[in-house]
């Protein structure tokens, strides 16, 4: 039995997400509720994107003002139009001034007596902040928010990846550090205490890293700092900085326990490996701790120049200034 045209608006309606129907020239020719109050909610109007509008006039007047998905938005429909593809399909950002949201268009061929396309805008935010939420799960630490050292790993191999790179100050500081004494916070006030130290020292971190730096947890009472564009002078200041910020005690059940640091620095140089790069920072901590052995217990007791230490000779070539 034919469907009458009541019956078939009724049905586009029906459906849940912002539907249009295109004639092969990528004119609109129906759209449904949802598609309507979508362009009003947004600050659109119907005469813009409604019935009569050309749909890929409208994609390629919103990739001239800047969009980057307009001008494949309108490649894909006019492949579908010409029968070069049965369908599309496109994932994209489209934020509002109160909420982030995602979308995928869904270009399907419409064939029979009125030929031309069906485009359907389907909200996938709900699985996009799912990935996004899995995705930060994977590469920070659940318990501080820092990267952890898988995206540690990545930042760095993409900071020394500038083999190319001949502008001042283009190498890359790496800092790493371990608590000083952290074991004994857990054995004496349980691990309840031990996290809250970590999170105070996640953000003595924060306050004192510059923008475009990167702070990690690599695990346990370690953490690690790159400092990109930065020459041997200021790595060596900042990393003074860090042991100051260390420094202070912290107050558990009613005591102040002074946990420091230690603190490796290792410059490196565009190109360099990062593997190499983070061992020889954990290799100038190593030495850096057992001066702090040496010379007595706890942080305090030490002259800056011996509690920042560097292996050598190792990253000596590395961290001379050029």
Not at 194 to 201: C, I, P
Request: aromatic content about 4%.
């Amino acid at each position: 039995m034919p469907i009458d045209g009541g019956l078939a608006a009724a049905v586009l309606d029906s459906l849940p997400d912002a539907t249009a129907v295109l004639d092969t020239s990528g004119t609109i020719i129906a759209i449904n509720h949802t598609w309507l109050m979508f362009a009003l909610d947004n600050g659109g109007a119907e005469q813009a994107t409604g019935v009569g509008v050309n749909y890929l006039d409208v994609c390629v007047r919103s990739a001239e003002a800047g969009c980057d998905d307009g001008a494949e938005v309108a490649t894909q429909i006019r492949e579908v139009l010409t029968g070069t593809a049965v369908e599309a399909e496109l994932e994209y950002p489209c934020p509002s001034p109160d909420v982030r949201r995602w979308f995928m268009m869904r270009v399907t061929s419409l064939q029979g007596p009125a030929p031309g396309a069906i485009i359907s805008h389907v909200n996938i935010t709900r699985r996009k902040m799912a990935e996004q939420e899995l995705a930060h799960a994977a590469s920070h630490d659940p318990l501080s928010g820092l990267a952890n050292r898988t995206l540690l790993n990545a930042r760095l191999a993409t900071a020394l990846a500038g083999r190319n790179d001949h502008r001042q100050n283009a190498d890359i500081g790496l800092l790493y550090i371990d608590l000083d004494d952290f074991k004994s916070v857990n054995d004496r006030f349980g691990h309840a205490a031990g996290d809250e130290v970590l999170l105070n020292v996640t953000n003595r971190l924060k306050a004192i890293v510059r923008s475009g730096g990167t702070i990690a947890r690599l695990g346990g009472d370690e953490f690690a700092v790159i400092i990109p564009r930065v020459d041997r002078r200021e790595l060596t200041a900042f990393a003074g900085r860090v042991e100051d910020a260390l420094a202070p005690p912290h107050r558990i059940h009613g005591e102040l326990v002074a946990v420091g640091g230690s603190v490796g620095v290792h410059l490196a140089m565009p190109g360099d490996h990062a593997a190499e790069a983070l061992r020889l920072a954990d290799q100038a901590m190593y030495a850096a701790k057992q001066g702090r052995v040496r010379s007595g217990p706890g942080p305090s007791v030490h002259p800056r120049d011996d509690r920042v230490a560097e292996p050598a000779p190792a990253s000596h070539r590395s961290a001379t200034p050029r």
